[in-house]
């Protein structure tokens, strides 16, 4: 009579088992964005029970700040924001490392590159911070980890990425190669070099894809645009 779902009840109780969870989650998915009649979200009572990673994960997969895995299409933005309850939050900053599998599962299984580099700026319970800044040293690692791309670049999190058109526009750092060139002498024209002829440097992609690189003037580590096209 209070309004608590079976989710809540279940969550509540005493030594419940997963798979009791479990069962409720995948009949009810819906419930895990839902919180209890005193306003605590399903995934705290959760990590409060210590369920297990494949529990939490399903329980937080209902609660996320975006939609996940959609494929960009003409015309649209690859990160479509979501109401919440702060799931993400909680699993990613407040139970430190503790779901570490869950938050490489979500990046790595789940999460475009757009979608992690959102991920990475959500905000946190009352606009205390992102999530990248407030999250422990393992979590950090794995964004880190997962924000590379093709082994050279670094995608940045200070800028979101654009998606227009069967193209994502990410600023990047580019950490080079073995034989990667020192930045240019102030009496060195840059056209000179062929890696940087009229700003544009070939990266080979996979077949369904080409990666454009622009060099942006040379600020703090090389920072570069990455155009890529689907």
Known sequence: ?????????????????????????????????????????????????????????????????IDLGMRLQAGSDQVVRRQHGHSWWHVAVDCGRKYEKVVEEILVKHATKSQII???????????????????????SLFKKHLRFYL?????TTVPPRCTNHMEVFHAIDHGTTEAPSPPKVDENPINRPWMDEGYTAVNGSDKSVVEVTFKEWVCARQVVLRCFS
């Open 152 to 156: 050279r670049y670094e995608l940045l």
């Open 118 to 140: 959102s991920l990475a700026r959500t905000l946190g319970p009352n606009d205390r911070g992102r999530v990248l800044d407030s999250v422990c040293v393992e979590i950090h």
């Open 1 to 65: 009579g209070n309004g608590d779902l079976p989710l809540h009840v279940a969550l509540a109780t005493s030594g419940i088992s997963p798979i009791v969870i479990s069962t409720i989650v995948k009949a009810a998915e819906f419930a895990g964005g839902v919180p209890t009649s005193s306003g605590e979200m399903p995934i705290a009572l959760a990590s409060k029970q210590d369920m297990p990673n494949h529990t939490v994960k399903s329980i937080m997969l209902a609660d996320m700040p």
